[in-house]
C-alpha cells in the first residue's frame, strides 16, 4: 500500500467506477430512505440545471492500489448516492 496521500475532485461516474471495500471498524449503515432520497435529489437537481458549483458529496477518505478501495471516511454517503450506479 502507497503511503502516498491524493486529494482532488472527481465526477460521480469517477467514484462509483470503483470497487469499494467497508472495513470491519466501520459503523453500521444507518442512513434512512429520506436521507438517501435527498441525497440524489440533490444529484439530479445538479445534472439537470448543470450547476454543480455547490454539489459534493463531501471528503471522502479511501486507502487502497487501483479500483479496490477500503473506506476509512464517508461510507454512508457512498452507499447512499450508489443506488443508481448499481444498475450499470
Not at 486529494?7 to 449503515?29: C, H, M, N, W
Not at 444507518?30 to 438517501?36: E, F, G, Q
Not at 448543470?50 to 492500489?65: F, M, P
Request: proline fraction near 3%; charge should be positive; include cysteine.
Amino acid at each position: 500500500m502507497s503511503s502516498k496521500a491524493d486529494a482532488g475532485a472527481v465526477t460521480v461516474d469517477q467514484l462509483y467506477s470503483k470497487f469499494y471495500v467497508i472495513p470491519d471498524f466501520q459503523r453500521e449503515y444507518t442512513w434512512k430512505p429520506r436521507h438517501v432520497k435527498a441525497l440524489l435529489n440533490d444529484l439530479l437537481v445538479a445534472h439537470t440545471t448543470g450547476v454543480t458549483d455547490d454539489c459534493s458529496l463531501g471528503s471522502l477518505i479511501v486507502y487502497g492500489e487501483g479500483k479496490r478501495q477500503h473506506v476509512v471516511d464517508g461510507q454512508q454517503r457512498l452507499s447512499g448516492g450508489a443506488g443508481p450506479y448499481r444498475q450499470r
